[in-house]
């Protein structure tokens, strides 16, 4: 079948050398913007700094949390990027003075000036007050605060984080916000872990400032893991049985420790967890971790990506019991280590998975108060919402997201936000981000992580990290405020067109029905899916004029840069298909596209080895470039096409080598 698909493939590029009709089909009418008027703050003002000077000082408790200290830094760091002037740090020891910003808890609450219910906020939860010319920032004395801090300078400062490259900070002598402000906050998701792109372009994860301003507080947050940002939800879950019970530590001497197939086999994909001996050996893992660590938050002890259930006589008979498969094992071994923690007086939480084969719960037994579950559903249609979607992969999710609210009340959704098998390709899914997040939100999910290994900007990424960000704060959020809010800034005066692009693919070419069927895309579709993407002449040329204009109307290079670079996946969509400029001038058009990737920084092609884009060189040494571009790295074409000589050579190696 491989080699089937090969040879088609092939015959495909060779046909490009003949060329094809065009698909003709009825033009769209031209996209005009509508005018738009950003809205303006008309309440009265008042200045917190006029002409680079201020009366205001910056007051916090002398017992203030670390994260609260860095609060009150981080806001005189800002106040003073900005204006230049720097506003002193004081502790509320100090006699109360007439401009005061109060930051996190300090004895200037009382029943006579505000009160914080700080109870209501939990960890991450603030409020922005003003009471007369004091201005209020304060909340969870974890987080609370400087989120708070970075909301305040957004809101009324116009600061804005939108990647770690692209950071607004105004510069005016005058720094000025509304007089009356009351603001009360708390966000609906406990844990935040929305990053698509990677550690955000820095070695040892997010930036803190980038982080703290988009309120991200999950496991992949590293930079704000230290006490003075807040620290981080370390809900922790993996394939962790690799590490574990490795196999090829144990396999050998403990055979029946692993997996038991249908035929009767040991096999080391996964560990038999109705065996006692297993079950003890992971009880003294997670007390030996916790006697090393006795702060650690969670322990992972999710399955190895892998379908295996074991088959043995005792795991079968659970099976039954529970009315699934492996989740009835995982559920009642998580179960029994938990307790022996709670035992030990330890609350350290249990990390696992609901996926592959423990996606389906237990009807039986309930999972321990002290475990989170990350429900993975992989088979999820991105072309419709999950709550209506006729797929019946979705509607077997839905079933079991509700089967998993029955057993316990810690569910954190793994979503699927990228292409896994070719990362260029466009994600058309923002017609379904809120919705899903809302439905997500409204059935008891506490959490929401991205699965991404993504290394840059590809599809409009960096704007998708942003947008779950913000939709896992309030998932009810107005959604063309939040366009109107980054496209300008981070695209340029062209950013309707941009807006008008992700509509119409996400809302009209995506999800279509098409002869009569609906169509579908789950998140490893390829660019033939007609779910995905089915797009005709006249749409492609309107899809085309929209990234011309878009193009044209930015001002700053960044800015044109960031646009040009949004553009890469729909372009390689068209040459993957076959469309466009690929159709009619395909060796041309398909090398200024591999140029502009590497010029552009956007060379992962997928999550494997051998991950990038083929340089350059080598696609004109052994003409890759007449290939699409899902063949354009060294995983599709195989290693040993390396070596070739010339393009037919390395056709034949690819093809039967």
Not at 204 to 210: A, E, I, K, R, T
Not at 251 to 259: I, M, R, S, V
Not at 580 to 586: A, Q, W
Request: charged fraction near 25%; glycine fraction near 8%; aromatic fraction near 12%.
């Amino acid at each position: 079948m491989r080699k089937f698909t090969k040879c088609l493939a092939a015959v495909l590029a060779l046909l490009l050398l003949i060329g094809m009709a065009p698909v003709s089909a009825k033009p769209m009418e031209p996209f005009v913007p509508k005018e738009y008027v950003a809205q303006t703050d008309t309440a009265p003002a008042m200045n917190i700094i006029e002409d680079g000077a201020s009366e205001y000082v910056i007051v916090r408790g002398i017992n203030a949390s670390s994260s609260e200290i860095t609060a009150a830094e981080k806001l005189q760091e800002y106040l003073e990027r900005i204006s230049g002037c720097a506003l002193p740090i004081v502790t509320d020891e100090q006699p109360v003075q007439s401009k005061e910003i109060i930051v996190g808890k300090t004895n200037r609450e009382g029943a006579d000036t505000y009160q914080v219910d700080r109870d209501a906020f939990g960890d991450d939860g603030f409020i922005l007050k003003t009471v007369g010319d004091t201005i209020v920032i304060a909340g969870g004395e974890q987080r609370g605060a400087l989120y708070g801090v970075f909301d305040f300078l957004q809101k009324f400062l116009g600061c804005r984080w939108f990647s770690t490259e692209v950071i607004i900070i105004p510069e005016t002598a005058t720094v000025a916000m509304p007089k009356e402000i009351d603001v009360l906050e708390a966000p609906a998701f406990k844990f935040r872990n929305p990053q698509i792109v990677g550690p955000m372009s820095t070695a040892g994860g997010l930036p803190p400032d980038y982080a703290l301003a988009n309120k991200i507080n999950g496991t992949g947050t590293g930079a704000v893991y230290p006490e003075e940002y807040g620290g981080a939800l370390k809900y922790n879950s993996s394939h962790d049985m690799y590490a574990i019970l490795p196999a090829e530590a144990y396999f050998g001497e403990h055979p029946d420790w692993y997996a038991m197939d249908a035929k009767g086999n040991r096999v080391p994909d996964n560990p038999c967890l109705s065996n006692e001996e297993v079950i003890q050996f992971l009880i003294d893992y997670a007390l030996r971790r916790v006697e090393e660590d006795p702060g650690l938050i969670c322990i992972g002890m999710g399955l190895n990506d892998s379908g295996v259930s074991c088959q043995c006589e005792a795991c079968r008979a659970i099976y039954a019991e529970e009315g699934c498969q492996s989740a009835g094992t995982l559920v009642r071994m998580i179960n029994r280590v938990c307790a022996a923690l709670r035992e030990a007086g330890s609350e350290t939480m249990i990390g696992t998975f609901a996926y592959a084969a423990t996606i389906d719960a237990p009807h039986k037994t309930k999972l321990d108060s002290n475990a989170v579950v990350y429900f993975a559903p992989i088979g999820l249609c991105y072309a419709h919402p999950m709550e209506s979607c006729a797929m019946k992969d979705s509607a077997k999710h839905r079933k079991q997201l509700q089967d998993w609210k029955n057993v316990t009340e810690k569910i954190v959704i793994f979503d699927y936000p990228c292409n896994y098998n070719h990362y260029q390709l466009p994600r058309p899914s923002w017609a379904v981000l809120q919705p899903n997040i809302k439905y997500f939100y409204e059935n008891n999910s506490i959490g929401l992580i991205n699965c991404s290994n993504m290394r840059c900007d590809m599809s409009l990424s960096l704007l998708n990290t942003w947008l779950y960000a913000k939709l896992l704060w309030d998932p009810y959020q107005d959604m063309e405020a939040l366009y109107a809010d980054f496209l300008p800034l981070y695209y340029g005066d062209g950013w309707q067109y941009i807006r008008e692009y992700l509509r119409v693919i996400s809302e009209e070419l995506t999800g279509r029905k098409l002869w009569g069927r609906t169509r579908h895309f789950q998140c490893c579709d390829g660019p033939g899916n007609k779910g995905m993407l089915y797009m005709k002449r006249g749409e492609i040329k309107y899809c085309d004029d929209l990234w011309e204009n878009a193009k044209a109307l930015a001002k700053e290079d960044w800015q044109l840069a960031n646009v040009r670079r949004a553009e890469v996946s729909y372009r390689v969509w068209k040459a993957d298909r076959l469309k466009g400029e690929f159709l009619t001038n395909h060796a041309q058009s398909s090398r200024q596209l591999l140029a502009d990737i590497w010029e552009l920084g956007v060379t992962q092609h997928n999550e494997d080895y051998e991950a990038d884009y083929i340089t350059i060189e080598d696609s004109e040494r052994l003409g890759i470039y007449y290939l699409m571009p899902r063949y354009w790295s060294w995983r599709q074409l195989g290693r040993s096409t390396k070596e070739a000589k010339n393009f037919p050579q390395m056709l034949w190696r690819w093809l039967f080598g």
